[in-house]
């Protein structure tokens, strides 16, 4: 589905080194690392938006649709969540649909910032979906979001992969626990250039326990 030939981003000085591997249909991957590391330039690069780096570092994506859930929401704040939701093609039905599966039925007449961070997340997500993703990226979705809030957005995204069996998924985050959730693959990125240290299959119980466990030896933002 894609291959990524990526050669190296650096911005004044080394950020990513190579990253060469592969994405299927169906790959959920959590990508982890140290903060600062290059996790959001490596998602910019998958999804196109880094214009230093030639179209054939990834190979594939002119054929997928893309949804990228950024750390802001990045909604037209003059807009209402329908006419956002509109603008990337959703009719009228289709976005009350959507409003509707991330739990804002009711809302499209609400402006962006009339929401709670979390209610914003959850219409930015709307927009991801509208755009009927084959590749899903989240950019720390849970990020500043309180438990509850975060374990509902969890839920509602483990709910909208299983709905989309084809649907690839790369989730940054910094809690090796959410690849429990909603993941079968692990991406680990480290080093200066950042490169992946780890691109494992989460598979089989047991195997994400050993590799929660090696983060947790390095040190990393994970559960205790
Ligand atoms: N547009 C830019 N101009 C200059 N430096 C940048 C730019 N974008 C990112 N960087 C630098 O690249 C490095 C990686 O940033 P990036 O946001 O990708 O890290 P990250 O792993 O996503 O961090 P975090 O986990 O804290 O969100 C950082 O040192 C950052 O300062």
Same mark, same amino acid.
């Given at each position: %589905?894609?291959?990524? =030939? ?36 490596? &998602?910019? @690069?998958?999804?196109? &938006?880094? /214009?230093? *780096?030639?179209?054939?570092? +990834? *190979?594939? /994506?002119?054929?997928? /649709? +893309? ?13 209402? &969540? ?19 599966? @991330? ?15 979390? %209610? ?6 709307? =927009? ?12 720390? !979705? ?14 509602? *995204? ?11 998924? *790369?989730? @940054?985050?910094? $809690?090796?626990? $959410? ?15 950042? /490169?992946?240290?780890? $691109? ?5 119980? #047991?195997?994400?326990? #050993?590799?929660?466990? =090696? ?8 559960? !205790?």
């Amino acid at each position: %589905m894609l291959e990524l =030939r990526i050669a190296g981003r650096d911005f004044g000085q080394p950020v990513l080194g190579e990253v060469f591997t592969t994405i299927a249909p169906g790959d959920r991957i959590c990508l982890l690392g140290p903060s600062g590391i290059g996790k959001t330039t490596l &998602l910019n @690069v998958i999804a196109g &938006l880094d /214009r230093s *780096i030639p179209d054939d570092a +990834v *190979i594939g /994506r002119d054929r997928l /649709r +893309v949804g990228y859930l950024f750390q802001e929401h990045r909604l037209l704040p003059w807009r209402t &969540l329908n006419a956002n939701l509109r603008l990337v093609g959703a009719t009228e039905q289709e976005a009350e649909n959507l409003l509707s599966q @991330v739990g804002l039925s009711g809302y499209g007449h609400y402006l962006p910032d009339q929401l709670s961070l979390g %209610m914003a997340r959850r219409a930015a997500l709307a =927009r991801c979906l509208a755009v009927k993703p084959d590749l899903l990226l989240l950019d720390e !979705p849970f990020a500043s979001l309180d438990p509850v809030m975060a374990g509902g957005l969890k839920k509602l *995204i483990a709910g909208i992969l299983d709905a989309h069996p084809e649907m690839a998924m *790369i989730c @940054v985050t910094h $809690d090796g626990g $959410d690849a429990e959730i909603l993941a079968n693959r692990l991406w680990y990125l480290d080093g200066k250039p950042a /490169r992946l240290q780890w $691109d494992d299959a989460v598979g089989e119980a #047991g195997l994400i326990d #050993g590799l929660l466990g =090696r983060l947790r030896n390095l040190d990393l933002a994970c559960p !205790p």
